[in-house]
């Protein structure tokens, strides 16, 4: 006859089953939750981890203010992410702009009559059948181009400003990651 104390073998094996189903049902789910946010606390973290040994200095420095060093050296991280970043976008942006302005008078109904009726006969003699003088195709030719071109240029925008949302908000959350593993990794240690 069994005592109070001792479990039976079987018993033991499905308590221990049903614990490690647990934490494998714990281990997916928390997985699901940090999947987005897996690429920034692992940069975060090789981030910290190279500057972990210029956070010690700079708290010695600053007095074993380790918040101050944290937040000094992870603005010093944003500012040399975003210095080459914002340079470029400059440049891109006054590539457009110069686009833009050398596409405009190119856009206007008298220069899109000329490319229908002389330039594209021209330079591409078969093309002359097709094209003909009429003027309802060139309407509808100009209008159909430009409908598309719009919509393209809708399209990139859009996906302009959500990826741009997307990277600040990224930005963000690696400045938070890198200023708490900065200020608090030497309390992480296993």
């Known amino acids: 006859m069994p005592t109070g104390d001792s479990v039976s073998p079987l018993r033991t094996r499905v308590l221990k089953a049903t614990l490690v189903a647990c934490l494998a049902a714990v281990a997916l789910l928390a997985f699901q939750i940090f999947r987005p946010f897996l690429l920034d606390i692992t940069v975060a973290g090789s981030v910290a ?8 200095r700079l708290t010695l420095l600053l ?13 010093v991280t944003v500012v ?11 440049i ?6 110069a ?14 009559r000329a490319l229908w009726a002389e330039t594209l006969p021209e330079r591409f003699p078969w093309l002359k059948p ?5 003027e ?19 399209r990139v925008a859009q ?32």
Do not use: C, K
């Not at 891109?92 to 702009?97: F, P, S, T």
């Open 159 to 190: 996906t302009m400003l959500a990826r741009l949302t997307g990277a600040i908000f990224d930005l963000v959350l690696f400045t938070l990651l890198l200023f708490f593993l900065l200020r608090d990794g030497g309390h992480l240690r296993l």
């Open 99 to 112: 686009f833009y302005d050398w596409v405009q008078p190119q856009l206007t109904p008298e220069s899109l």
């Open 80 to 90: 040399m992410i975003l210095v080459p970043v914002i340079g470029s976008a400059t």
């Open 130 to 134: 097709w094209l003909g003088a009429d």
């Open 63 to 75: 007095g074993g203010r380790s918040w101050a060093a944290a937040g000094l050296l992870a603005l």
């Open 136 to 154: 309802a195709a060139f309407s509808q030719f100009a209008s159909g181009v430009l409908s598309r071109a719009l919509a393209a240029a809708n």
């Open 92 to 97: 891109l942006g006054q590539q457009a702009v």
């Open 49 to 56: 981890l190279l500057l972990a040994p210029a956070q010690r």
